[in-house]
């Protein structure tokens, strides 16, 4: 049956690297609305969204999405369960290359749910109407992640993963994207885990997972 309450069902996730265990036996449920992560340097919380996303592979454990009354695990439907959720490295430079609208492009093939009909508000919105036609390479950090949360909010994804959403922006950016998590915090069906090091001001939290200072 499939529990309402539960977009992502995390249950005895295990993963760590030699001579540094970050998760043993490590479990939640990822309610509809914003979730924080919370913990200091070095506590996993990038690794924790990797795993979250498929993008690393856990030593133990499953996940189970739970998104329009069906139930998908990860080591069953790899590729059904990713096209579910949103997950972006922002400091990967893979795609130095693209444009922004190169990037939504490439999202919106990633994921069938993908509202094209968003982006231009979310561009107006992080002011990157300017930058559209740039290569990333040229952009600054704060731009390249504006670039990826405009796709994030944009992806339809059942599950969206953010790591540190409001670094490298601009106040009148960080107001924007504070507006559309808490947006995004009365939704009744789709989840959005963020990274953090405390409660972001303005957002209402569906829970808090705090791994440790």
């Known amino acids: 049956m499939t529990d309402l309450s539960t977009v992502l069902d995390a249950q005895g996730i295990a993963f760590g690297y030699p001579q540094r265990p970050l998760f043993t036996d490590w479990s939640a449920r990822i ?3 914003v979730t924080l992560v919370r913990g200091g340097d070095g506590r ?11 993008a690393q592979t856990a030593q133990a454990g499953q996940l189970r999405l739970q998104a329009g009354g069906h139930s998908t695990a990860l080591d069953q439907a790899p590729a059904a369960y990713r096209q579910q959720v949103f997950w972006v490295d922002p400091r990967d430079d893979g795609g130095d290359q693209l444009t922004p609208d190169d990037c939504f492009a490439l999202i ?18 992080l002011a990157l109407a300017e930058h559209r036609a740039k290569r ?15 796709a994030a909010f944009a992806s339809g994804a059942a599950v969206t ?13 960080i107001r924007f994207v504070t507006e559309l998590l808490q947006e ?30």
């Open 31 to 33: 309610a509809p609305g």
């Open 44 to 54: 996993g919380k990038t690794t924790l969204l990797r795993l979250l996303a498929g």
């Open 108 to 125: 919106a093939q990633r994921h069938p749910g993908f509202q094209a009909e968003l982006i231009d508000d979310l561009v107006e919105g």
């Open 136 to 150: 990333l390479f040229m952009l600054s950090t704060g731009s390249r992640r504006k670039v990826w949360l405009a």
């Open 161 to 173: 993963l953010l790591d540190d959403p409001f670094a490298a922006l601009d106040k009148p950016s």
């Open 184 to 213: 995004a915090a009365g939704h009744s069906s789709r989840g959005w885990v963020v990274t953090g090091y405390a409660v972001p001001d303005g957002v209402t939290l569906a829970a808090t997972i705090d791994l440790g200072d």
